[in-house]
């Protein structure tokens, strides 16, 4: 392009944001912002709402960011990792909480924003709840800010449901992702390798939970490990935007029917589709996992009663702890627990990594991106505040923060996995986890992200309810999703999309 196009382009990128500022603020001061979203349960920090974390940069320009207590207790090698990535020295960086969980940080934020506050310039979006940001137009439009190079490596290069979780309606980036999050089996492969299996070879080529769950009934009775399969059946959020997301995806199903069209909308007017066969079959396997193949809705050819009837009340990390112990064969977990249970105090390597099995093999789903091994989507996005006044500063973050660089320094600082498929499988001098990326990158690229919509946070408390009785109570399951199906609808009718 030349440079006059630049200038041109440069130009109404300019005028079309100070319109759009101007209109985002007028509507928030006239009739502000009321709504939460819960994302999956897990800590989005700790400390007191507001705290902050250093300085750091020695020019008049500070950036304001809401931030994860990972980078505020490890502010200054972060802050350093930034600008050996190319962030200016003469930005300051000063990190602040909005919570220390993610309903906490979702509710700050519609309060900053709402009001139409300049600070914090940059936040910290759970995968989870960005979209209904997105969609009440709080959030800056990156795609008409970002240097095309950038927009065309995060489009093109991410792991895919990452961006898709910060992307609005009209196909316009909203938000750089920071790290991805997405579950795998954790297993003693002492035990499994003492047993007689393998399943280092399924590191990226998943087997099918029949297959899994015989190979594991038997790997348990001749082990002295009090626990086989651990996974959250608790009545919690974990169960509906995660665990039986996983279950009935990889069996094909689907909570509203093609998750290409109808993931994220338009609500009140999708299919549920929560009482359909695919949907059944994966809480018959869930009761046969825990009840035993004899009990009433469960599958024929399963291995049953591997899971632990205490499974009923598991939230992470109940269901983690004996595990970690030595005392499980196996864990449904997310990475943070890897890097826990690989340390050399806990199971060091005689932990293995597999992406989660599959009900129906890949591409034999009901729906299409169903079917085959799919973890559900965690992971958090960076997004610009629609009212900064370091716009440059902002954007000059965003672009430091996806290099290769950076993102391979806070891998080893926090923890975070690479957003990007290809640094994450490079990774291989990272401490603990480097020894797992091939199962890590698998997953990342089969994910299902959570139904990201304004009514999911009260339609998850429901589907976790009534998953939640089909997995415990000794009930036809079918009555548990006609109930949801009920429910859903419901909720889908009376939201009125303001």
Not at 288 to 307: E, K, N, P, V, Y
Not at 473 to 493: C, G, H, I, W
């Amino acid at each position: 392009m030349s440079s006059n196009g630049a200038s041109d382009r440069k130009g109404e990128r300019t005028v079309r944001r100070a319109i759009s500022r101007r209109r985002f603020v007028a509507a928030a001061g006239a009739t502000g912002v009321t709504a939460g979203f819960a994302g999956c349960s897990s800590s989005g920090g700790e400390g007191t709402t507001g705290g902050t974390a250093g300085g750091g940069g020695g020019g008049s320009t500070t950036l304001q960011l809401s931030a994860h207590s990972e980078w505020r207790n490890q502010s200054e090698k972060v802050k350093q990792a930034l600008y050996d990535a190319g962030l200016s020295e003469d930005i300051g960086l000063e990190f602040v909480s909005a919570g220390s969980t993610t309903d906490e940080m979702q509710s700050q934020y519609n309060q900053w924003l709402s009001a139409g506050q300049a600070k914090p310039d940059l936040l910290v979006f759970d995968s989870g709840w960005t979209i209904p940001f997105i969609i009440r137009e709080q959030l800056l439009n990156l795609e008409q800010e970002l240097p095309q190079d950038l927009l065309d490596t995060v489009h093109n290069d991410y792991f895919q449901e990452s961006v898709r979780s910060a992307t609005g309606p009209n196909g316009d980036l909203y938000g750089v992702p920071l790290y991805p999050d997405f579950p795998t089996i954790q297993y003693r492969k002492d035990l499994v390798q003492d047993a007689g299996y393998d399943w280092q070879q399924y590191a990226t080529d998943p087997m099918s939970w029949e297959q899994f769950s015989n190979e594991l009934a038997d790997v348990h009775e001749q082990s002295d490990a009090k626990y086989g399969f651990n996974w959250q059946a608790a009545s919690e959020i974990q169960l509906a935007c995660c665990v039986f997301n996983e279950f009935l995806s990889s069996w094909g199903g689907a909570y509203f029917g093609n998750p290409k069209e109808n993931l994220y909308g338009p609500v009140g007017d999708r299919p549920i589709t929560v009482t359909e066969e695919p949907v059944l079959q994966s809480l018959r396997m869930a009761r046969t996992f825990i009840h035993g193949s004899d009990a009433q809705d469960t599958l024929d050819g399963f291995a049953g009663g591997i899971t632990s009837q205490e499974a009923s009340q598991w939230g992470l990390s109940p269901s983690m702890r004996p595990f970690t112990q030595g005392n499980a064969v196996a864990l449904r977990n997310w990475p943070y627990s890897i890097n826990i249970n690989g340390a050399d105090d806990a199971l060091g390597e005689d932990m293995g990594v597999i992406p989660l099995p599959y009900g129906v093999p890949e591409g034999e789903g009901k729906y299409p991106g169903t079917g085959g091994s799919i973890g559900a989507l965690g992971g958090w996005n960076f997004s610009v505040n629609p009212n900064t006044e370091n716009l440059e500063a902002s954007i000059q973050f965003l672009q430091a923060l996806s290099t290769e660089s950076f993102q391979r320094a806070n891998f080893e600082i926090s923890g975070h996995l690479p957003p990007v498929p290809d640094v994450l499988q490079s990774s291989t001098d990272v401490p603990i986890m480097g020894r797992y990326l091939e199962p890590l990158t698998y997953a990342g690229k089969n994910t299902m992200a959570r139904p990201a919509t304004p009514v999911w946070p009260q339609q998850s408390d429901a589907v976790a309810q009534e998953a939640h009785s089909a997995i415990v109570d000794d009930k036809p399951v079918t009555e548990a999703m006609n109930r949801l199906q009920t429910r859903l609808k419901e909720f889908e009718s009376s939201y009125s999309g303001s």
